[in-house]
């Protein structure tokens, strides 16, 4: 069985702090992809990043930079100086090659001006 | 190009109702996803196609849930007998191949809110 834990339910920051996302998974599986994916107040979900397994090689893009951690299992997510468009719903995501992709509970992030 | 369509985006039902709920995937995209997001609750896995494969419908949460994808193109969800536990929006995805077996993101569409009275 695999499952994502996103242990924080909601977060609030005030614009231009750093914020960080947790994300810790369970899988038997060797071979993995992990995934940040968005959804604005609009709705739509919408993809941020993956990390395969093999790749523990951390990533940097713009203000967003992404942990991965195979000896804790986990694959946070930073926000360096927040903006209030940064305000969403964010997901962590496991798929394995059984196929199913499972979700974490998500995280709502408020960031405030 | 086109994204993800879902129709219709509302829907509003009595209980005991049949509905069917239809999602266009982007074309080319062999891998179709169906998950349920209740209020404040992450995403459900409900189903998934595959190209020509057998669908994984372990997600299903009862006999009363059902899809189909013709022509491995539209897929239709639907829910029979509908019950008031059943309310929340249903998000279709899909994807070039299998998110964990090539890892292909996944592609939302807007989703259907349901509603059963």
């Known amino acids: 069985a695999q499952k994502v834990t996103q242990a924080q339910t909601e977060i609030s920051v005030v614009e231009k702090e750093d914020v960080t996302l947790d994300c810790v998974y369970e899988?038997?599986?060797?071979?993995?992809?992990l995934f940040w994916y968005k959804q604005p107040p609009s709705g739509e979900l919408v993809f941020l990043i993956r990390r395969n397994s093999f790749d523990e090689q951390n990533e940097i893009s713009g203000r967003y930079s992404w942990n991965f951690q195979k000896s804790t299992s986990s694959f946070n997510f930073t926000i360096t100086a927040s903006q209030v468009v940064d305000s969403a719903v964010y997901f962590c995501?496991?798929?394995?090659?059984?196929?199913?992709?499972?979700f974490g509970d998500g995280t709502t992030l408020t960031v405030k001006p | 190009g086109a994204g993800v369509s879902q129709s219709p985006s509302n829907k509003v039902t009595e209980k005991g109702k049949d509905v069917e709920l239809r999602c266009d995937p982007i074309?080319?995209?062999?891998?179709l996803y169906w998950y349920r997001q209740s209020l404040g609750q992450g995403l459900e896995f409900l189903i998934y196609?595959?190209?020509?494969?057998?669908?994984?419908k372990s997600g299903l949460p009862s006999d009363r849930f059902s899809a189909e994808r013709t022509g491995g193109s539209v897929s239709t969800l639907t829910i029979q007998r509908t019950q008031q536990e059943d309310s929340a929006v249903y998000l279709c995805?899909?994807?070039?191949?299998?998110?964990?077996?090539?890892?292909?993101?996944?592609?939302f569409g807007p989703g259907t809110r349901l509603t059963v009275l």
């Open positions: 995501a496991l798929s394995t090659n059984a196929g199913k992709s499972t």
């Open positions: 196609f595959q190209g020509n494969s057998a669908p994984d």
């Open positions: 995805a899909s994807s070039l191949g299998l998110a964990g077996a090539s890892g292909n993101e996944q592609f």
């Open positions: 074309s080319g995209h062999t891998a």
């Open positions: 899988t038997r599986d060797t071979t993995y992809y």
